[in-house]
């Protein structure tokens, strides 16, 4: 009875509290607490955060390659903005490399 209270209240409180739910499901994981873990919105909460990065590289990878065409191919434009157009693509790029990176380093 007390893990149905416990998962009832966590659930409110994903809804009432997002970001005291998220230190209190961290607890629970960092304690090994898993009978009172709101395992329905943990797992929308990780899925969430797997569709998000997606999109984030997406993103980097379409104004990376933008900013690659523009640079190769808009000439009228090229002496005034390369430069800009150049910063970008290193932005872009450091972006795409960082989040490359982190991922392969907290596998491993």
């Not at 809804?15 to 230190?23: A, G, Q, R, S, V």
């Not at 919105?41 to 065409?69: D, F, N, P, T, W």
Request: glycine share 2%.
């Amino acid at each position: 009875m007390t893990t149905t209270i416990s998962t009832h209240l966590q659930s409110t409180l994903y809804e009432t509290d997002h970001y005291l739910w998220i230190e209190n499901t961290l607890k629970q994981l960092e304690n090994r607490d898993i009978n009172n873990l709101d395992w329905q919105h943990l797992a929308e909460e990780i899925e969430a955060l797997g569709i998000e990065q997606r999109r984030k590289v997406e993103s980097y990878l379409k104004q990376l390659l933008i900013h690659l065409l523009l640079c190769c191919y808009w000439e009228t434009e090229k002496e005034t903005c390369q430069r800009g157009w150049q910063i970008e693509i290193s932005n872009f790029r450091d972006e795409l490399e960082f989040s490359f990176r982190s991922k392969t380093t907290t596998i491993a």
